[in-house]
């Protein structure tokens, strides 16, 4: 089992990263180009009604002074509220809105990375320099090859514009409306028992969870073939083959859950990337989540929403950490946390 | 910079002649820290003072402290970001057979190194502004 020490210690170590990120965050908003007092004035707005948004927003103090009192807010969990994207809501109700959708695209994309990753990954090691591995890999490399501002645009016009099978965005039809209870439109339209929306939601969702899960299935798959092939090559592999058990079996029981744990690893270090991925997928696929939130924000000078999106991310990227390290212990008892 | 903590306990180079690890002594690694917060000091007060000639005094001070928050962040984001991953990344490297010298100690006095500067350097920064009556 994993140590209570561990798992403390990890939690422990949220702290300086939000510190962290919180104040990085803060140094590049503020010596990036753009003012959020002109922004919400207007370009043609007088000096004097500028500078009069400037003071009521705190931003004619010392930025030490917005530093500190930026510090104390995040510390209550208290983001402000939106300069401009839904000017005086509070952050932390445009997150709470705008966070489930992201989390479907980013958890839906890792399943699909998965469900595709491992079983070419096993498939390409088991087969191992024949024309089934080389195809494998030509497609894994390909697939991490490929950027997703290039492959969502393409596969857009393949199946939306050419072959018109799926929709080219949003994440259910304008016919039908969803009162939120999740967040989450998959799990939505099951609990409201709306089938047809539900179907509706399924294609919209394809093509973004595609776009995401090419990348992750292809770094999984390579991931896989090469921790297969070692685990392949054990002795207790070939002691369980010398004792009568069949070659999938021996694969599936003993080599699976080893190979697993350097995949598990790259799993947790790419959430990272999936978020960012998840940022650009929203953008092409016009989804109105936690991503194109983010770019808008950046876009308009909303620091409140920027700063809070951004230690959402962090926090997120963290603790799906804490439990890629914590399935370690369960995947192989001998790692000691 | 001297390093400021972590050197490998069985590095007999870097014993002190009463025989204790250097590394281990916390009186040295507060005096290693301090010096590296007065160097940021020193840096967030010039940089401060340069760009005064450039900009209003708000706008010097504000701009040094944006920089020093800049290095600040950044050094104590990587620095757990080193803590909690940093044998994760290890454990890779030595999988992946990659032929890297870095490591988890290494990253970790580097970055501590760079947070202590970055809070000199805010300090630095405030007390200019305090001092230019900002």
């Known amino acids: ?337 | 910079m001297r390093p400021l903590t972590d050197r490998p306990a069985g590095d007999s180079a870097a014993r002190s002649s009463t025989g204790r690890d250097p590394a281990r002594d916390p009186g040295r690694s507060v005096r290693a820290a301090a010096r590296i917060v007065l160097a940021g000091i020193a840096v967030g007060v010039v940089v401060s003072l340069a760009l005064v000639s450039i900009d209003t005094p708000k706008g010097a001070t504000d701009t040094a402290f944006a920089l020093g928050a800049l290095v600040f962040g950044f050094g104590l984001t990587t620095w757990a970001g080193a803590v909690g991953l940093g044998e994760t990344i290890e454990r890779m490297h030595e999988y992946a057979d990659t032929t890297s010298r870095w490591t988890e100690a290494g990253a970790r006095r580097a970055f501590a190194t760079l947070t202590w500067f970055g809070s000199g350097w805010l300090f630095g920064a405030v007390g200019t502004a305090i001092a230019l009556g900002v």
């Not at chain 1, 087969?127 to 591995?133: E, I, L, M, N, P």
């Open chain 1, 1 to 337: 089992m994993v140590s209570k020490r561990f798992v403390a210690k990890r939690l422990l170590l949220l702290v300086p990263v939000l510190f962290g990120v919180s104040t990085l965050v803060f140094a590049i908003l503020h010596l990036s180009p753009g003012d959020p007092a002109v922004a919400i004035a207007g370009q043609r707005a007088s000096q004097a009604f500028i500078e009069q948004v400037r003071s009521d927003l705190g931003l004619a103090d010392p930025l030490w002074q917005q530093y500190v009192r930026f510090l104390g807010d995040v510390v209550t969990f208290d983001f402000g509220q939106s300069y401009q994207i839904q000017r005086g809501t509070p952050v932390s109700s445009i997150l709470a809105q705008r966070l489930p959708i992201t989390i479907e695209l980013a958890v839906l994309g890792q399943i699909a990375g998965l469900v595709f990753g491992l079983p070419l990954g096993i498939l390409s090691a088991v087969k191992q320099d024949t024309v089934t591995d080389h195809l494998t890999r030509i497609g894994a490399l390909s697939g991490i090859s490929i950027p997703i501002y290039w492959s969502g645009p393409l596969l857009i016009l393949l199946f939306a514009q050419f072959l018109g099978l799926l929709p080219t965005s949003g994440r259910i039809g304008s016919e039908y409306f969803l009162e939120p209870i999740t967040g989450l439109i998959l799990v939505d339209t099951l609990l409201t028992w709306e089938f047809d929306a539900f179907v509706s939601a399924a294609t919209h969702l394809l093509l973004p969870v595609v776009v995401l899960g090419i990348y992750q299935m292809a770094l999984i798959s390579r991931m896989m073939r090469s921790s297969m092939i070692e685990v392949l090559r054990q002795d207790y592999m070939r002691t369980a083959r010398a004792k009568g058990q069949g070659a999938k079996i021996t694969v599936m029981k003993h080599g699976l859950r080893n190979a697993f744990i350097p995949v598990i690893t790259i799993v947790g270090i790419q959430f990272g990337t999936l978020l960012g991925g998840a940022v650009l997928t929203e953008t092409v696929f016009e989804i109105n989540g936690i991503g194109t939130l983010l770019v808008d924000a950046i876009n308009r000078s909303d620091y409140p929403v920027v700063q809070a999106t951004v230690l959402v991310f962090a926090v997120l990227y963290t603790l799906v950490n804490l439990v890629v390290d914590l399935t370690y212990s369960v995947l192989d008892p001998r790692i000691e946390q």
